[in-house]
């Protein structure tokens, strides 16, 4: 049993061919990193037309890699949201055509689902149920996941997403865009004791996370003083700091409410090694276990899609024969296949 997937619910246009028995067969990624780096940010028209220029040529770089062709495959599972509308629609229209060329299903994937189950495609695989930590650009969440559709939101994040929080923080210190990477790099050179940024929402009940207050924290910091080179290194070694132990203390809390022993961390932040490296000494103490999926697959990319895309299609998912992008959809809207 073979899917496409597609992903392109932002600024990465992802396909991957995914084998039931044989596992990952091939898949390909374009960044539009470079495009939307002058001015900041993403911007949703130039992504849309990006993914419309790169998707066909992904999907035949994909098939020729895999060494498959149109009847080899059994479906095409593509993002349906939440994301960019006009980026999913690119995604969407563009699965829809194929499947029903190809006379298979088309089957619309929740995104966030897709970064939930990106960690399977590892060995070992986590096993359910699990707690899962999501945290991207765009969102920051504690989920409880007891099978596949079975999704329960703990907490979430009340303001900036961690990932955003990254972004804004390395803009204020003057780095690029993207800015998560540049931070984290400089915070290297940071000395980890000059400052201490507070750790939001860790001293009161619940899993909710505040990440909004550490930025304006770090630009209130800055404005004291002279902004030397390291000035900057250590601002963004204390704010990565506080940002890596809330996390912490939030993923503790959880595992102790919850009684679950295994953690997934998914999404482009999880990528951050101080992150990592913070969860496997914190689950080691609580006698749990971590699964991450490897670097490439923390940042969206077109085999989580594939891979969530065979689950449901092995459940019974076929999709319908109409289609619509959700660009807010809740996770807890899913429900388990068929």
Not at 113 to 123: I, K, T
Request: net charge negative.
């Amino acid at each position: 049993m073979r899917i496409l997937g597609i992903e392109s619910s932002c600024d990465e246009t992802g396909v991957a061919l995914i084998d039931s028995k044989q596992g990952l067969l091939a898949h390909a990624l374009y960044s539009q990193v470079a495009e939307h780096a002058e001015y900041g940010g993403v911007v949703p028209e130039l992504a849309s037309r990006d993914h419309v220029r790169k998707l066909m040529p992904l999907i035949r770089e994909v098939i020729a890699t895999a060494k498959a062709s149109p009847g080899d495959i059994d479906a095409v599972s593509y993002t349906a949201g939440p994301g960019l509308v006009g980026a999913l629609l690119v995604g969407a229209m563009a699965a829809r055509a194929i499947a029903w060329s190809w006379g298979v299903p088309a089957i619309p994937i929740h995104h966030m689902e897709g970064h939930l189950l990106a960690p399977m495609l590892e060995d070992p695989r986590p096993e359910f149920p699990f707690l899962a930590l999501l945290v991207s650009g765009g969102h920051t969440m504690l989920v409880h996941v007891e099978a596949v559709g079975r999704y329960t939101v703990l907490g979430e994040s009340l303001d900036d997403a961690v990932g955003e929080a990254f972004d804004k923080t390395a803009k204020l210190l003057g780095l690029g865009y993207p800015g998560g990477p540049a931070l984290a790099s400089l915070a290297e050179q940071g000395s980890p004791d000059r400052f201490a940024f507070p750790r939001p929402m860790t001293d009161r009940p619940g899993l909710d996370f505040s990440f909004s207050g550490l930025k304006t924290y770090a630009l209130n910091t800055m404005e004291k003083l002279d902004g030397g080179a390291q000035d900057k290194a250590d601002v963004a070694r204390a704010f990565e700091q506080a940002v890596v132990e809330t996390l912490l203390i939030k993923c503790r809390r959880a595992l102790r409410e919850t009684g679950l022993r295994r953690l997934v961390v998914a999404g482009g932040v999880g990528a951050n090694k101080r992150l990592r490296e913070g969860l496997q000494s914190m689950v080691r103490k609580e006698k749990a276990e971590v699964f991450f999926p490897r670097m490439e697959f923390c940042t969206d990319n077109g085999a989580m899609i594939a891979l969530a895309g065979l689950i449901r299609y092995e459940a019974g998912a076929r999709g319908e024969a109409t289609f619509a992008v959700r660009p807010r959809w809740s996770l807890e809207e899913l429900r388990e296949p068929a």
